[in-house]
Each structure stands twice: as C-alpha cells, then as structure tokens.
T-cell receptor, first 113, second 111 residues
Framework: DTGVSQDPRHKITKRGQNVTFRCDPISEHNRLYWYRQTLGQGPEFLTYFQNEAQLEKSRLLSDRFSAERPKGSFSTLEIQRTEQGDSAMYLC???????????FGEGSRLTVL | QKEVEQNSGPLSVPEGAIASLNCTYSDRGSQSFFWYRQYSGKSPELIMFIYSNGDKEDGRFTAQLNKASQYVSLLIRDSQPSDSATYLCAVIYNQGGKLIFGQGTELSVKP
C-alpha cells in the first residue's frame, strides 16, 4: 500500500492519559499536515511540516499538543493530559508540489472517557 | 470573515441533475485549491485540485476558479445517489503553505 497510513485507527483512553498517533506519509511527499475533525465540522488545521521542519502550529492548539517529524519521514502527534474535548478524528495528509496532490490517511479516532 | 467559506447546506438535487457547490476564500494570494468528498465516518477523498483560472474537468466533475473574485466552485454532472456526501473546499495559503478547509457542504442526491 503506497497511501498515507495512520496508527492506531481507534484509541479509547481515560481523561488525563497521554496518547500518541503516528502518520506515515507517501514516501515522495515532503509536506505533512495534521488536522482534527469533529462531527459536522470541516477539518481544523493543527500543524504542518516541510520535510523535518515544523513550519506552523495553530494558535488554537494548547501546549498539551506536540508534533514531530524526525528525519522528514513519519510524524507523531502527542496529546498530553487528555481531556474529553480532545475526542475527535485526527487526520494526517501528505502533499508534494511536484504533482500538487494532497492525500489523507484513514484517520485516528480518539475517544476520551 | 472566515478564511474559507462554504454554504453548509444541505443541498438537495434529483438524480441526473447538476449539483453546484461554491466556495470563497479570503487570502488573495492563495495559489492551490482542492475539492474533497467525505462520507460519514470516513476521511476526505481527493476529487480534484486546480491552480489556474478557468475550468478543469475530470469525468463528471468540473472545478471552476476565479481568482479575481476569490471564488472556486465544483460542478457535478449527472448526479448519482452515491454522490451524496459532504464536499470540502480547501485552500493553500500563499504565505507558508497552510492548508485551510471550509466547513463543508452536505449534498443529497435523491433517486
């Protein structure tokens, strides 16, 4: 499979726990985006990387959220001290300027109890 | 003003009709525009992207871009019930490359 893959697909956790999501982009894509989506809303921008550099992080994102993309390949999104309001679908997308195509992974659904 | 705006709908059209979905954006320097389809509980699926003013056609889908009016649209010809979904417009802002989505338009195609 040469698409964008995300892991885990579903995560149920208790309030206050830390969770980490992983995204493996399409190999030749150098740009990677993270989004959060709740029911009935469009995807909300969280952050994005150009290779290993994190170029922008949403002002809406609290300090509990952090993302990394070591070596410009896969990326991780960590949420510390989860809250019930963090329950959402977390989407990763990869992009290349060469073709202009931007594809999403299947998403990681987080439920915070 | 929202950065990317879409009518939330729902937009209802009969099977075989043309569905027209609209999107406006606030950053005049934006260069890249995308349309995605999203079924309930699934991730967005790329329909097409457009960079230049004018029309771009792909099968039953036509994207139209007017940068002067900061407006991009998606036409779906011969609409099918399987086209019933939420359609998301997304724009890459000129400065920095941030990709911003609209809130989506729900389309319902009635048999």
């Amino acid at each position: 499979d040469t698409g964008v893959s995300q892991d885990p697909r579903h995560k149920i956790t208790k309030r206050g726990q830390n969770v980490t999501f992983r995204c493996d982009p399409i190999s030749e894509h150098n740009r990677l985006y993270w989004y959060r989506q709740t029911l009935g809303q469009g995807p909300e921008f969280l952050t994005y990387f150009q290779n290993e550099a994190q170029l922008e992080k949403s002002r809406l994102l609290s300090d509990r959220f952090s993302a990394e993309r070591p070596k410009g390949s896969f990326s991780t999104l960590e949420i510390q001290r989860t809250e019930q309001g963090d329950s959402a679908m977390y989407l990763c997308a990869s992009f290349t300027l060469l073709t202009g195509e931007l594809f999403f992974g299947e998403g990681s659904r987080l439920t915070v109890l | 003003q929202k950065e990317v705006e879409q009518n939330s709908g729902p937009l209802s059209v009969p099977e075989g009709a043309i569905a027209s979905l609209n999107c406006t954006y606030s950053d005049r320097g934006s260069q890249s525009f995308f349309w995605y389809r999203q079924y309930s509980g699934k991730s967005p699926e790329l329909i097409m992207f457009i960079y230049s003013n004018g029309d771009k056609e792909d099968g039953r889908f036509t994207a139209q871009l007017n940068k002067a009016s900061q407006y991009v649209s998606l036409l779906i010809r011969d609409s099918q019930p399987s086209d019933s979904a939420t359609y998301l417009c997304a724009v890459i802002y000129n400065q920095g490359g941030k990709l911003i989505f609209g809130q989506g338009t729900e389309l319902s195609v009635k048999p």
